[in-house]
């Protein structure tokens, strides 16, 4: 038998585990919650025997049976991992104690807009000089200014460095809203099982520094490099596009950039993605190549045993290696380094395997080091990507220069054309300008920035040229994003209906008769015909996202959309807009109407303008003052007691403040409290109004009765008064607030008062986002009792 049909009987079995090691890790990332250690450890041991009796079979069905058994071994080995990993998590005890840690800072800081951030594996941990366990890796903020009225200045920090600190700690919780970031499972993967914030006030005890230390090399290297380039370049924007090229700070670039590239679809070049490492590796080849065979004439007798090729192609990947490290070891670079090492220990072996092998054991590589990156985004938009290519034969061999060119724009068209229905389902958005973006900026970042940007770390002055080309990029990027249908958004589809159009994507662009090709157009519509489901005519849902501290509830009817306030602001470049309201409303589908504003807290109003910059259509509502940066901005309704709309059915009414209020009074004293109600149910929004306010609402004769109320002021002990509540008898009280807040909303006292009226406290630290409609007025349905998963927090 020959080689190649040795190689061909056994890439059956071969690609058979691969597939049910994905499928087996799948299936225990489904888990809502973890099991004893024994069942885990029984299907490790009953996976291996299967495993090992089915592929010592030729037949196909044996075939099956080794891939249910690895499916069974990755299951297993996942969750005992986790069950590990679990067993570390802190104590509810402590949480909000006054720790002293020492610790070893893990990571390169990352500095903020408000703090700088820290990752720091825990030596030792203490509570009133007793020793306690934490967590062996948290995730500290450093704040800037004042933290509770106490100044505060983080101290010179490096990676490597030992430090002892005072640190308040609490469980990993994130916010959890339809169709948004998870961000525990984000602390999850990286390791880190309590965050929490640095006390360095004049009543704390010092930090201090106990070792400069070298243990984490190569982040004190990235963050060597870092501070140069932003010492070098003067413009932060550009630095920050330069840091990330250089050495795959993606936090360095700002949001303005971020948007910009998303809305061409050039994003991914921001990365350190697989043609940066394949382009190192490449080089890296070439150079170790032609340094041997320097040696190999100077006589060296190494270069007898080991030919200039055989050594080009295990230096260029042991240096691609490096750069991968150096860079952050993302996911795309993971991949192409597995590949990479599995092509060049096929050439030194002088064997060839096919490409989906070759595939499809790089994500088993990958999957293997990090199981919950089957979750990641960026997995499958690097694996699709890869696996396309090779399908459609896009990656052969090309001759002469227009034949390059011409594989160029087949392979950008390939990608664009199979990654869009991806991107739809994972972000909701698709670049229309994309491949004119990407023809543009692949070549300009592979062969001009990303080369200035890493030759810069030895010779500085090449930074300055690679600024210059940034702004270059940055320029026509921002041409490209103004024309007209630049990008494409569109509401979330189902799983099922997303897996048909990337299938048909897919089928698009193979190379395959092109009766078989147009088969994917049908797969296609669904997932671009798709709607969410809205109200009935005569009804409305409310949806009360979680932001952490502050209001956003979202208001829908048959044909309209209102937003009651837009979330906190975080700092200069961050806010619920960004981070929470403008996701959720692109998956979701909606088009905002009217933007109510309650006031000019910033709790309230920190996300308006970056909601109002994507929904200009929106009219806006507020309570605000004459100098106000939304009042300046934007066209402006100012609310008063008395105004009334109706849509489809539904209607809304404005019932405080009164006409003519003074507009420098206290910003809580002016919300805008609004009433909906249709056919019988009824939502009260109150916004931030006190005692004195409610009284003023109950003596004014309006109807107040409704089944939810947006609890007043997040819950204040200010607020809530019997008066009201005995006016609006809720059935159910939201309280919007984050976890463990610094001002204890909602007071113990107002959540005794609204259960003794008979309302159910729904609070979004326990609930998340909360959905309710007119038509089942009775039930209220928190995203986190939707699809729960076992990294998730749960309060105890």
């Known amino acids: 038998m020959t080689e190649e049909a040795v190689l061909s009987s056994r890439a059956g079995p071969w690609l058979a585990c691969c597939i049910g090691f994905v499928l087996g890790t799948a299936g225990q990332l489904q888990q809502a919650a973890l099991w004893p250690a024994w069942p885990y450890a029984v299907s490790c041991v009953a996976g291996m025997a299967l495993a090992w009796r089915g592929w010592r079979r030729s037949r196909p069905a044996w075939h099956g049976l080794a891939a249910l058994g690895v499916a069974a071994l990755a299951f297993g080995s996942v969750g005992l991992r986790a069950l590990a990993f679990d067993a570390q998590a802190l104590a509810?005890?402590?949480?909000?104690?006054?720790?002293?840690?020492?610790?070893?800072?893990?990571?390169?800081?990352?500095?903020g807009d408000l703090a700088v951030r820290l990752l720091l594996?825990?030596?030792?941990?203490?509570?009133?000089?007793?020793?306690?366990?934490?967590?062996?890796?948290?995730?500290?903020?450093?704040?800037?200014?004042?933290?509770?009225?106490?100044?505060?200045?983080?101290?010179?920090?490096?990676?490597?460095?030992?430090?002892?600190?005072?640190?308040?700690?609490?469980?990993?919780?994130?916010?959890?809203?339809?169709?948004?970031?998870?961000?525990?499972?984000?602390?999850?993967?990286?390791?880190?099982?309590?965050?929490?914030?640095v006390r360095a006030g004049p009543k704390d005890a010092a930090p201090r520094l106990l070792e400069r230390g070298w243990r984490h090399p190569v982040e004190r290297a990235r963050q060597?490099?870092?501070?140069?380039?932003?010492?070098?370049?003067?413009e932060p924007a550009r630095?920050?596009?330069?840091?990330?090229?250089?050495?795959?700070?993606?936090?360095?670039?700002?949001?303005?950039?971020?948007?910009?590239?998303?809305?061409?679809?050039?994003?991914?070049?921001?990365?350190?993605?697989?043609?940066?490492?394949?382009?190192?590796?490449?080089?890296?080849?070439?150079?170790?190549?032609?340094?041997?065979?320097?040696?190999?004439?100077?006589?060296?007798?190494?270069?007898?045993?080991?030919?200039?090729?055989?050594?080009?192609?295990?230096?260029?990947?042991?240096?691609?290696?490096?750069?991968?490290?150096?860079?952050?070891?993302g996911v795309p670079a993971q991949r192409t380094l597995v590949m990479l090492a599995v092509v060049a220990l096929l050439r030194l072996a002088g064997r060839q395997w096919p490409w989906p092998l070759v595939w499809a054991l790089a994500g088993l590589a990958v999957l293997a080091l990090d199981p919950w990156a089957l979750l990641q985004a960026g997995f499958w938009l690097s694996f699709v990507a890869v696996g396309v290519l090779f399908a459609s034969d896009a990656g052969r061999v090309a001759q002469g220069a227009v034949a390059r060119v011409r594989r160029l724009l087949r392979e950008q068209a390939i990608v664009t054309v199979a990654l869009a229905p991806l991107s739809l389902m994972l972000f909701q958005q698709v670049s229309l300008v994309g491949l004119v973006a990407n023809l543009l900026a692949i070549p300009w970042v592979t062969l001009v920035l990303t080369p200035l940007a890493l030759l810069g770390v030895a010779i500085a002055p090449l930074w300055d040229l690679a600024a210059m080309a940034t702004s270059a990029m940055l320029t026509v990027l921002g041409w490209l994003a103004q024309w007209p249908l630049a990008s494409l958004s569109h509401a979330a589809v189902p799983l099922p209906l997303g897996a048909a159009a990337l299938l048909g994507a897919v089928l698009l662009v193979l190379r395959l008769p092109l009766g078989v090709r147009l088969l994917g157009l049908p797969l296609l519509l669904p997932a671009l015909l798709w709607q969410p489901a809205r109200p009935a005519p005569g009804q409305f849902d409310l949806l009360a996202a979680d932001i952490g501290q502050g209001n956003a509830v979202l208001l829908r009817t048959a044909h309209h959309s209102l937003l009651y306030?837009?979330?906190?602001?975080?700092?200069?470049?961050?806010?619920?807009?960004?981070?929470?309201?403008?996701?959720?409303?692109?998956?979701?589908?909606?088009?905002?109407?009217?933007?109510?504003?309650?006031?000019?807290?910033?709790?309230?109003?920190?996300?308006?303008?970056?909601?109002?910059?994507?929904?200009?259509?929106?009219?806006?509502?507020?309570?605000?003052?004459?100098?106000?940066?939304?009042?300046?901005?934007?066209?402006?309704?100012?609310?008063?007691?008395?105004?009334?709309?109706?849509?489809?059915?539904?209607?809304?009414?404005?019932?405080?403040?009164?006409?003519?209020?003074?507009?420098?009074a206290r910003p809580n004293t002016l919300s805008c409290v609004l009433r909906v109600q249709a056919q019988g149910a009824?939502?009260?929004?109150?916004?931030?109004?006190?005692?004195?306010?409610?009284?003023?609402l109950v003596a004014g004769g309006a109807a107040l009765q409704a089944d939810v109320l947006l609890v007043p002021h997040h819950g204040s002990k200010t607020s809530s008064s019997t008066a009201?509540?005995?006016?609006?008898?809720?059935?159910?009280?939201?309280?919007?607030?984050?976890?463990?807040?610094?001002?204890?909303?909602?007071?113990?006292?107002?959540?005794?008062?609204l259960q003794g009226w008979g309302a159910t406290v729904v609070g979004s630290p326990a609930c998340g986002a909360a959905h309710w409609r007119s038509d089942v007025p009775e039930r209220v349905v928190c995203a986190r009792a939707q699809q729960p998963r076992y990294w998730q927090h749960r309060l105890p």
Not at 129 to 145: N, T
Not at 224 to 232: C, D, E, L, T, W
């Open 224 to 234: 060597a490099v870092r501070g140069a380039i932003f010492a070098r370049i003067a």
């Open 565 to 664: 306030d837009t979330g906190p602001r975080h700092g200069q470049d961050s806010d619920a807009g960004h981070r929470v309201l403008v996701p959720l409303l692109r998956a979701l589908g909606e088009r905002l109407d009217r933007v109510v504003v309650s006031h000019a807290d910033s709790d309230h109003s920190g996300g308006a303008a970056t909601v109002l910059a994507t929904q200009p259509q929106a009219a806006l509502l507020a309570s605000l003052p004459d100098g106000h940066v939304l009042a300046a901005r934007y066209p402006l309704t100012r609310c008063a007691a008395g105004q009334r709309w109706d849509w489809d059915g539904v209607r809304f009414e404005v019932l405080h403040p009164p006409a003519g209020a003074a507009r420098d």
């Open 682 to 696: 009824a939502v009260l929004l109150a916004g931030d109004i006190e005692q004195a306010q409610e009284q003023q």
């Open 724 to 753: 009201l509540l005995q006016a609006v008898a809720p059935r159910f009280a939201l309280v919007q607030a984050g976890y463990r807040n610094r001002f204890g909303h909602p007071a113990p006292e107002v959540v005794q008062r």
């Open 239 to 329: 630095a920050g596009v330069v840091a990330a090229l250089a050495m795959g700070d993606q936090g360095a670039v700002e949001r303005a950039d971020w948007d910009l590239f998303r809305a061409t679809g050039v994003s991914h070049l921001l990365s350190v993605s697989g043609l940066h490492v394949t382009m190192f590796a490449w080089l890296a080849t070439a150079l170790v190549g032609w340094a041997w065979r320097r040696l190999d004439r100077l006589g060296w007798a190494a270069c007898l045993w080991c030919p200039a090729p055989h050594a080009g192609l295990v230096g260029g990947v042991a240096l691609a290696a490096a750069y991968a490290l150096f860079s952050g070891w």
């Open 92 to 111: 509810p005890a402590l949480e909000g104690r006054d720790l002293v840690l020492s610790g070893r800072v893990a990571a390169m800081p990352q500095p």
């Open 121 to 197: 594996d825990v030596d030792a941990a203490q509570l009133d000089g007793a020793a306690v366990r934490v967590p062996p890796r948290v995730e500290l903020s450093w704040y800037r200014g004042s933290l509770d009225g106490v100044p505060q200045r983080p101290a010179d920090v490096l990676a490597g460095d030992r430090w002892t600190l005072q640190v308040r700690l609490r469980a990993p919780h994130g916010q959890r809203n339809p169709h948004g970031f998870d961000y525990e499972l984000w602390l999850w993967e990286r390791g880190v099982q309590a965050t929490g914030y």
